[in-house]
């Protein structure tokens, strides 16, 4: 008796043992498996407007949909809850596009180049139709495409030309040459700057010399101040400006010598001195008697000599 003990599992399978004899369990056809895997798209939850993005992980139940089959693949389904309101989202696989197909409970977003794809294949579709029942759209149809692969021909045959333009051309020489230009240019720009500054220097030292010039010209034409020297000629104008200033003074105030309505006003006073030593004030005079007032003035003047003396 042979004991056959499997190493991996430790088993115990005894002589006798027929696989074949093993009942096979009968499961459904539609069952669900219970699988962890990731969203893959985006999406929007039509229930509660939650987004769903691509790559978020969800324990998912797959099933195998039930007769539908590509080229002999099955196709299977997937059901996830959403993440906010635990609505159900079902997609299921599409080997035709590569892809995956969103069955209910969410909308799809960001699929335009799917979108495109389907254009595609929609107007390739309905042009066929169209060529199949109108032998003239067919010529009409490769007449477009000829003059459309001519133009594109004609394309690349002018990148060609410019790819070889540019082949032929010595990137390195051009660099040395643009090199070169900024060098002299930069000299160039330099020598300028020197020129205008020496040009600068030279005005503001020429403007400088001018001013001084003309500060010396200013002292030495200022008039220095005048003496007090005795002009010759002033002796023939004295007289007359005598003559002058008498004219303005007599129509002013009036002639001294005439006999006015002034001269009644003035009055002589005399002091006498008697013996006790008193002064004694004299009667005043008119000097309407017909005496002249500078006789009058004589007479004051007089009369302070006496009493002076």
């Known amino acids: 008796m042979r004991v056959r003990i499997k190493e991996a599992t430790k088993k115990y399978y005894p002589p006798d043992f027929d696989p074949s004899a093993i009942p096979k369990l009968k499961l459904p056809k539609d069952r669900q498996y219970v699988v962890r895997l990731m969203a893959p798209f985006n999406m929007r939850c039509k229930t509660c407007g939650e987004y769903i993005y691509k790559g978020k992980k969800f324990n998912a139940r797959k099933e195998t949909v039930q007769n539908e089959l ?45 979108l495109i794809e389907e254009d595609e294949k929609r107007q390739q579709k309905e042009r066929e139709e169209e060529e199949l029942n109108n032998p003239m759209k067919v010529l009409e149809n490769r007449t477009k495409d000829s003059k459309l692969e001519m133009e594109v021909l004609e394309n690349l045959q002018e990148l060609k030309e410019l790819n070889q333009r540019q082949a032929n051309v010595d990137f390195e020489s051009m660099l040395q040459q643009y090199k070169d230009f900024e060098e002299e240019r930069k000299r160039k720009e330099k020598e300028e700057d020197e020129r205008e500054l020496d040009a600068l220097m030279k005005l503001t030292e020429k403007k400088r010399i001018i001013e001084d010039s003309d500060s010396d010209e200013e002292s030495a034409h200022t008039p220095s101040m005048p003496t007090a020297k005795a002009n010759p000629t002033d002796i023939l104008s004295e007289p007359q400006n005598k003559k002058l200033k008498t004219e303005s003074w007599e129509r002013s105030v009036g002639k001294l010598n005439s006999k006015s309505q002034l001269a009644a006003l003035i009055t002589v006073k005399k002091q006498h001195s008697n013996c006790s030593g008193k002064k004694v004030e004299a009667p005043s005079q008119s000097s309407g008697s017909g005496t002249s007032a500078l006789s009058l003035l004589g007479a004051y003047s007089d009369s302070e000599d006496s009493h002076s003396d």
């Open 70 to 114: 590509y080229l002999g693949l099955p196709i299977f389904r997937f059901y996830i809850k959403c993440t906010r309101c635990l609505a159900e989202i079902t997609f299921k696989t599409d080997p035709e596009n590569t892809d995956y197909a969103m069955e209910h409970g969410a909308t799809r977003n960001f699929q335009a180049e799917k």
